[in-house]
Each structure stands twice: as C-alpha cells, then as structure tokens.
C-alpha cells in the first residue's frame, strides 16, 4: 500500500509540475499576438479571416445539404458554379 501511494504522489507532482511549466512558459494567443510585427500581425487577421470565411462557406453548403435531397458533393458544385 506504501509503495501505491508513492507511486500516486510521485506520479501526481510530476504531471503537475509539467502542467505549470507548460503554462508559465507558453504564451497565449493574445500575446503571441502582440509581440508579432506590424506587417505580420496584418498579415495574421487577414489570413484569419480568410479562414474564417472558408469555414462560414462550408458550414452554409453543409447547412444546405442537411436540408437537401441532393448529395453534398452536387451542392457543393452547384456553389462553386455559382460563384465563377
């Protein structure tokens, strides 16, 4: 039983003591943020948003989908036809 509760401490310290290494040495995003250069951080919000619109497109042609009879790769043609 001894031998148990060793293990548990010694096993409990070390994950801990990494989870608070891992925390006080990695900056969060705001941070990282704020430490980019001018150009980069431009650079960083546009690409963001660019993502942002991509995943906006998708969940509206899942959404159609969901709604349709049609296969997601038809309606996802349709859209970029649409588009062009």
Not at 8 to 24: E, P, Q, R
Not at 27 to 49: G, H, I, N, S, V
Not at 66 to 84: C, F, L, T, Y
């Amino acid at each position: 039983m001894a031998n148990e509760l060793k293990v548990f401490i010694y096993a409990t310290s070390i994950l801990t003591t990494g989870y608070a290494l891992m925390k006080y040495t990695v900056p969060d995003e705001e941070t990282m943020k704020k430490r980019l250069d001018p150009a980069l951080r431009q650079e960083y919000d546009q690409m963001k948003a660019a993502n942002r619109e991509k995943g906006q497109q998708m969940m509206d042609i899942i959404r159609e989908a969901a709604e349709s009879d049609k296969p997601v790769w038809q309606i996802a043609n349709e859209q970029r036809d649409k588009s062009k």
